[in-house]
C-alpha cells in the first residue's frame, strides 16, 4: 500500500467521529483502493483500534468487500420452537463449553454463528438444529460435533 493512501486513511480515520465503526474505514478503502487487503486491515486495526478479527468478520458479513474470503463462516441454527427449545437449548450450553461465543452469537474464532429459528416444521424429529441449510433432526452434542468436524 503506498505512504500516500496511508496518510490518507490516516487522516480519514482521524476526522471520523466514531472511530469504533469499521464501516466506512472499509468503504473508504474500497472506493480508494478497489479492494480490502490484508494490510490494509492490519492499518485500520491499528489506527482504530478494532479488532482485525472483528474487521474480517464485517467482510466476511458483507459481499462488496469480499475480495477474498477470510474464513467460511458456519451457520448453526437452531430451533426456539416450543417442541425443541428445551432440548436444543440443552444441547447449545454443551456446545459452549466446546466453542466460546460472544453475546452477538458469532465464535471468538470467528468460525461459528449461533441464529435461531422458531419451529422447522418437523417438530416430531425434534430437537433441530440446520447447519448451513442443513437440517439436523433428533440431533445431540456428539452428532452436533460431528457434523460441526470439531
Ligand atoms: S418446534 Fe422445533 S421443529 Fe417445530
Known amino acids: ?28 478503502v474500497l472506493e480508494e483502493q478497489g479492494e480490502i ?11 482504530t483500534g478494532i479488532w482485525d478479527l472483528t474487521i474480517k468478520n464485517t467482510i466476511n458479513f458483507y459481499p462488496k468487500y469480499q475480495k477474498k474470503k477470510y474464513f467460511e463462516l458456519t451457520e ?16 447449545i450450553d454443551e456446545l459452549k463449553e466446546v466453542i466460546q461465543f460472544n453475546e452477538d452469537g458469532l465464535s471468538l474464532d470467528g468460525k461459528f454463528k449461533l441464529l435461531t429459528k422458531r419451529c422447522f416444521g418437523e ?15 433428533k440431533i445431540n452434542i456428539e452428532k452436533l460435533k460431528l457434523a460441526l468436524k470439531i
Open 76 to 91: 448453526i441454527v437452531y430451533c426456539n420452537g416450543r417442541n425443541c427449545i428445551e432440548r436444543t437449548e440443552k444441547i
Open 1 to 28: 500500500m503506498e505512504k500516500e493512501f496511508i496518510e490518507k486513511l490516516d487522516r480519514f480515520i482521524l476526522d471520523l467521529s466514531d472511530k469504533r465503526n469499521e464501516i466506512p474505514v472499509l468503504n473508504f
Open 123 to 137: 417438530c416430531n424429529g425434534g430437537p433441530n438444529i440446520e447447519i448451513n441449510g442443513l437440517l439436523y433432526n
Open 37 to 47: 487487503t490484508d494490510e490494509a486491515i492490519k492499518i485500520i486495526a491499528e489506527k
